[in-house]
């Protein structure tokens, strides 16, 4: 089984940061491509950012210039700095990962991460 761990939510001012982590363990051979994706009441969850293996990073629109995605891979950790936050960037945040396993390939999802910005 793969598990993913998400960290570093919580209430924040307008303006303010968040740095969240996320960790992955199990058995995994190697990971692929992970990400950030959100999701407000009454919303359908969303893509924030992802990163390669390599490192090729993608954002919405809504983050470019405030967001900035990392990731460990010798400790299969993605990060995401959350800078300049705006009440709308309040949702739940999860994690995903494209896990390689031994025999077979997988996509999974951390818990969830709730993230509050105050106005």
């Known amino acids: 089984q793969v598990q993913l761990v998400e960290s570093g939510g919580g209430l924040v001012q307008a303006g303010g940061s968040l740095r969240l982590s996320c960790a992955a363990s199990?058995?995994?051979?190697?990971?692929?491509?992970m990400g950030w994706y959100r999701q407000a009441p009454g919303n359908q969850r969303e893509l924030v950012a992802t990163?390669?293996?390599?490192?090729?990073?993608n954002y919405a629109d809504s983050v470019k210039g405030r967001f900035t995605i990392s990731r460990d891979n010798a400790k299969n950790t993605v990060y995401l700095q959350m800078n300049s936050l705006k009440p709308e960037d309040t949702a739940v945040y999860y994690c995903?990962?494209?896990?390689?396993?031994?025999?077979?390939?997988?996509?999974?999802w951390g818990q969830g991460t709730q993230v509050t910005v105050s106005s």
């Open positions: 199990g058995s995994i051979f190697s990971i692929n491509s």
């Open positions: 990163i390669t293996k390599g490192g090729i990073t």
């Open positions: 995903n990962a494209d896990v390689n396993k031994l025999f077979q390939r997988g996509n999974y």
